[in-house]
């Protein structure tokens, strides 16, 4: 029953967030096959498919993991919420670099090498989306470096 209920909160979430990119502004200079809109709205159909698929074949109710299980769960929804919070004032690099970190180092990985892992995940997204894709990323505390 828990899963039919989330299937339709999920469904109401697709089809707002379908609905707001369909609103997104046209690009400059005119529209194009593959725009602002066109990965929002892909993300709105996964998880409208998504979603009917758990109303329509929902797993059997079990427990919630209030273990150990359930306290990592918990925190690493804070560290996303965290994450996203900090995108902004902090930069990509650095919120990136904290949030992977810390999610290794949860999963079990040496404190040191987690964040290592962050920081490299953090530069190399970071570099793709600035170079290869031309799509600019808060820099945030390291706007000093301002990459072009």
């Known amino acids: 029953m828990n899963d039919r209920i989330f299937g339709i909160l999920l469904i109401v979430l697709a089809v707002a967030y379908g609905w707001g990119a369909t609103q997104l502004p046209a690009p400059f200079g005119g529209s194009e096959a593959v725009g602002p809109e066109t990965f929002p709205l892909l993300l709105s159909m996964v998880l409208g498919l998504s979603s009917l698929y758990m109303i329509v074949r929902p797993d ?11 306290i990592e769960l918990v925190i690493a929804v804070v560290v996303l919420v965290l994450y996203a919070a900090l995108l ?36 190399v997204v970071f570099l793709l989306f600035n170079f290869a894709l031309d799509l600019a990323l808060p820099l945030g505390v390291l706007s000093f470096l301002e990459v072009s």
Do not use: K
């Open 60 to 70: 059997p109710d079990n427990a919630w993991p209030w273990s150990r299980t359930g």
């Open 88 to 123: 902004q004032p902090l930069g990509f690099i650095l919120s990136t670099t904290l949030a992977v970190g810390t999610l290794c180092w949860r999963m079990g990985s040496a404190p040191v090498r987690a964040y290592l892992t962050g920081a490299a995940s953090g530069v």
